[in-house]
């Protein structure tokens, strides 16, 4: 049975992935993500799964797809520089339709920078790393126990929609201690070797013969077909073509597939929005403090709200722009220098005012600074919260 126990993020995040059926996982160690494959190497062989440390990240990315191929829900987990040398096969994972989950655990860079310090500095990176366009969807989880639940959800995601999905948080989510209900090792050993069913072929399977705008289930290596795989530009059948027609209607169907919001628990969340005149904007450990920012702010007679989306991409433009016609300011906050504050510009720059409050020192931001910043662009705050302390 499912108990209540106290655990770091990452330990959350291996969890997650067992409780989704993952049975593969090959990386390299890199803090501060390291204790993600510390548990996957110690749980893995237990429930009939298979750890490999490669020799480099881009190995590992590479090990996933391959699993993946073979019928196995696979993952690996990095920091900055690994996430970066991983976004060729990223870009081949897109492209060939191959799903497998990413866990990007964000530290101060760039390049080697500060390894044990918190950040949000990959946000960009992980829509925008690889070349070429294609659709991403990156989670971005703000406690521990949100780190199970969406790992687990990146893998129904990865799967249905047949595409990589990266789950994005930082530092002080990825170690910080809070209880979370996670399952017993037994009940992940009693569920056994999970493989991924594959549907009964009849005649010729087109691979990426797309049904009502989603790509049809893959079908595991060595299980009663053959069919190609590419990195190039191809056709239904997998085998690459030069077509303008079929070239414009693949790309545009990879694009097209990935709805705004993947799935059911993965809408945004709001905070006292339903009156408020200015909106914090925070993903991550970041919104943790928004929040008290936002409890802070009311209790000096400002009406503060909170957005926090727990899917960065595809952002939630329809949730945003709901939100701007009725709100006229949003602070957006983030640790980094506004990565994720263009995407809220792009989206709601029409109808509303968008400010940030930014922290690049290797600490995370405090809900006295986010709230500095919301008296500032606030009305007015009436005069009987003027005696009250900002704590």
């Known amino acids: 049975m499912a108990r209540l126990r106290l655990v770091r993020g990452n330990t959350a995040c291996a969890y997650g992935a067992l409780s989704a059926g993952c049975r593969f996982y090959a990386g390299y160690p890199i803090t501060p993500s390291s204790e993600v494959a510390e548990e996957m190497a110690r749980l893995l062989p237990r429930v009939g799964g298979v750890f490999?440390?490669?020799e480099d990240e881009i190995a590992s990315l590479a090990a996933c797809i391959g699993a993946s191929l073979g019928g196995l829900r696979s993952m690996t987990a990095t920091s900055g520089p690994g996430f970066?040398?991983?976004?060729?096969h990223l870009g081949y994972a897109?492209?060939?339709e191959i799903p497998c989950v990413v866990v990007d655990v964000m530290r101060l860079g760039p390049s080697t920078g500060f390894p044990t310090a918190p950040a949000q500095g990959d946000v960009l990176q992980a829509r925008w790393g690889s070349h070429g366009d294609y659709p991403m969807v990156v989670l971005a989880p703000a406690g521990v126990q949100e780190v199970f639940e969406l790992t687990a959800a990146a893998f129904e995601v990865a799967d249905r929609l047949?595409?990589?999905?990266?789950?994005l948080y930082d530092e002080v989510v990825g170690?910080?201690?809070?209880?979370a209900t996670l399952p017993d090792l037994s009940e992940l050993v009693?569920?056994?070797?999970?493989?991924?069913?594959?549907?009964?072929?009849q005649g010729t399977y087109l691979p990426y013969a797309y049904s009502e705008g989603t790509p049809p289930p893959l079908v595991s290596f060595g299980e009663g077909t053959r069919y190609h795989i590419t990195g190039l530009i191809h056709d239904e059948s997998g085998f690459p073509t030069q077509d303008p027609g079929k070239v414009g209607e693949m790309l545009r169907r990879l694009n097209e597939k990935v709805p705004e919001v993947p799935a059911d628990?993965?809408?945004p969340e709001g905070v006292a929005t339903e009156d408020a005149e200015v909106v914090v904007v925070a993903y991550g450990i970041t919104a943790r403090a928004a929040r008290a920012a936002v409890r802070q702010a009311r209790e000096l007679g400002v009406r503060a709200g909170l957005f926090r989306p727990r899917v960065l991409w595809p952002s939630p433009a329809t949730a945003l722009r709901e939100l701007s016609g009725r709100v006229g300011m949003f602070v957006v906050a983030e640790m980094n220098f506004g990565q994720w504050a263009r995407e809220v510009e792009r989206l709601v720059g029409r109808w509303a005012e968008v400010v940030t409050v930014n922290q690049v020192d290797g600490t995370p931001l405090s809900p006295r600074t986010i709230l500095e910043r919301v008296l500032e662009v606030s009305s007015p705050v009436p005069s009987t919260a003027a005696g009250r302390r900002i704590s």
Do not use: N
């Open 52 to 54: 490999v440390q490669m």
């Open 84 to 88: 970066t040398l991983m976004q060729e």
């Open 94 to 96: 897109a492209l060939a």
């Open 162 to 167: 047949r595409t990589p999905v990266v789950v």
């Open 175 to 179: 170690h910080m201690m809070e209880p």
């Open 190 to 201: 009693a569920s056994g070797t999970w493989r991924r069913p594959s549907p009964p072929v």
């Open 265 to 267: 628990q993965l809408h």
